[in-house]
């Protein structure tokens, strides 16, 4: 499995951004897949998270309400809006892939990760 993270840059509070993850090599029809983050300093944690056979979407806390999780199944694609940031959402940005139909995203559970891609707020 490759994943392919992309979209990150820079931009300043109160905007918005949309990060892609284009997926490839599945040899499971059935998979998790997730957003997870990680700031200087701090260790990674799964903001978001979606399934390719049904239309559920977990989010974190701290980005309930602003961040969006979609998907496009025909492109092996997921997405992710991100409105309303903030200075401390900066962060590298991944997305990864547990092999599984069901279960939690968190880091020691996914099988699969993509290179991360920065996404930085600031004014």
């Known amino acids: 499995v490759q994943l392919q993270a992309s979209g990150g840059g820079l931009v300043q509070p109160g905007g918005s951004l949309r990060l892609s993850c284009a997926a490839s090599g599945f040899t499971s029809n059935y998979y998790r897949i997730g957003w997870f983050r990680q700031a200087p300093g701090k260790e990674r944690e799964g903001i978001s998270c979606t399934s390719n056979s049904d239309g559920s979407a977990d989010y974190s806390d701290s980005v309930k309400g602003r961040f969006t999780i979609s998907r496009d199944n025909a492109k092996n694609t997921v997405y992710l809006q991100m409105n309303s940031l903030k200075p401390e959402d900066t962060a590298v940005y991944y997305c990864?892939?547990?092999?599984?139909?069901?279960?939690?995203?968190?880091?020691?559970?996914?099988?699969?990760w993509g290179k991360g891609t920065l996404v930085t707020v600031s004014s």
């Open positions: 990864a892939v547990r092999s599984t139909r069901y279960g939690v995203c968190r880091v020691p559970y996914m099988d699969y």
